[in-house]
């Protein structure tokens, strides 16, 4: 890296600090001068520390796929336990603790700072690196959006349109006014900021830290199921599917090693990881029995994902990230899942049908044809959403599905936990994820009234 490029980075970096901790306080001061070059904005957009190492995995936390330890749980501090009764607040008012919600924002302010200085670069938009900086900045932008959202707040339905969401920020100007953000408000930022992805992002790119065009349609699967527009998951699940991506055979693999899942495989569309401590705890001693024991003999994947530990807690180690860090990114297995969903909101049975025993018959040591083959659609859709637990346990996905199985299907799993001797028993009401402490005081727009 040059000097110029390294101090590109400093510079980012040092409004960063400030305003990573103040994220949607006070503002960050400004006076330092930005980078203003199309090498500056690679630059930026290279640093895998803001862009692609986050501490995602609240929504897991939260989820039916962990069950800790009693001791474990009253081990932990205060906020994490309140994370895991569902119980505010899940961060310190000081803002400490709360990456989960200011490490997206870091990566969507990089992304303001870019999309701005390439407006005001004098240079035709047909200029290919540049059309691959903004579409990167789009990308990262709708990417973590998606991530607050589905946090904070789950699917669009019209029901939801007018619910307070997360605040969108779409310039670099912490001083900017903003006016509150409704579910579909921040929505339509998404789908906006993929679309404009999508038609600027190069079809390859050289490492899977980048985004090309076909991580833009994956993202796009994402976005649409969670608005229930299953004509356009259908649609973009084909542009991803119908390329030269293919699925990792389970069967090829040697399942029983340590971590036995190369990271940035050939089934990786873009590479994230990271997760927030609780959740790193719970992957290795909090694995939710019910969840273990559904994955039935000669499934691939209870080898290939979790190992038993001495104490009989069980660890998973089936990461993408090829090691103990969790992986948040899209990879193609999720695209699979997210068209079969769709085909079968469609309708489209024998093509849903189809298209999951593409993946199941990676996955499974035997052809599931005939565990498929005559069930009618309610079978199916209920086998589907088990298969699509098992498979994307610990993507950071399973919070959103319990969601959109709510919102969407009026279908919801009560569990319960133990916290501190009491016992917890899921509601739905714990849907709406309380805001960090430290925003409301200085955002009171966003307390509910």
């Given amino acids: 890296m040059t000097t110029k490029y390294l101090i590109s980075i400093l510079i980012i970096s040092s409004l960063l600090a400030t305003a990573c901790n103040k994220i949607l306080e006070e503002k960050p001061d400004q006076s330092l001068k930005i980078p203003s070059g199309i090498e500056d904005m690679e630059a930026l957009l290279n640093n895998s520390s803001i862009m692609n190492d986050l501490r995602l995995g609240l929504g897991e936390a939260f989820s039916d796929n962990i069950d800790l330890p009693e001791e474990v749980v009253n081990a932990r501090n205060e906020y994490e336990r309140n994370i895991y009764g569902w119980k505010a607040p899940i961060m310190p008012a000081d803002g400490t603790l709360s990456e989960a919600w200011s490490e997206p924002y870091k990566s969507i302010y990089t992304c303001n700072v870019v999309l701005e200085l390439a407006k005001n670069l004098s240079l035709n938009q047909n200029n290919n690196r540049l059309r691959s900086v903004m579409g990167r900045a789009y990308f990262f932008r709708a990417y973590n959006y998606l991530n607050l959202v589905l946090t904070w707040r789950g699917p669009l339905t019209d029901a939801r ?266 509601n739905t009401v714990f849907f709406k994820v309380p805001y960090p402490e430290n925003f409301t005081v200085n955002n009171p727009g966003y307390i509910d009234k």
């Fill in 161 to 426: 349109r007018h619910m307070l969401a997360v605040p969108i920020r779409t310039q670099s100007d912490m001083n900017a006014n903003n006016p509150i953000s409704t579910l579909a408000d921040v929505y339509s930022q998404i789908e906006s900021d993929v679309l404009l992805a999508i038609s600027l992002l190069p079809d390859q790119t050289s490492v899977k830290t980048i985004p090309n065009k076909s991580a833009g349609y994956g993202l796009a699967t994402r976005m649409y199921l969670m608005t229930g527009n299953y004509e356009k998951v259908n649609r973009y699940a084909d542009s991803v599917l119908l390329g030269e991506n293919k699925l990792l055979d389970y069967r090829s693999l040697k399942l029983s090693g340590s971590y036995p899942f190369p990271k940035m495989n050939q089934e990786v569309l873009f590479h994230v990881n990271g997760s927030i401590p609780l959740l790193a705890k719970a992957v290795s001693v909090g694995i939710s029995k019910f969840l273990f024991d559904s994955y039935l003999d000669g499934d691939l994947r209870k080898i290939g994902f979790f190992v038993k530990n001495v104490d009989g807690t069980v660890k998973f180690k089936g990461s993408y990230n090829g090691s103990s860090s969790i992986f948040t990114g899209l990879a193609l297995d999720e695209v699979y899942l997210n068209q079969v969903e769709a085909l079968v909101k469609l309708g489209q049975l024998k093509g849903a049908k189809e298209k999951l025993l593409g993946l199941l018959n990676n996955r499974y040591s035997d052809d599931r044809t005939k565990v498929i083959e005559h069930l009618d659609q309610q079978a199916f859709y209920s086998l589907y959403k088990e298969e699509r637990r098992k498979e994307l346990v610990f993507r950071d996905l399973r919070w959103a599905d319990m969601q959109r199985y709510y919102f969407f299907d009026n279908e919801w799993n009560t569990f319960k936990r133990k916290v501190g001797g009491e016992e917890r028993v899921f």
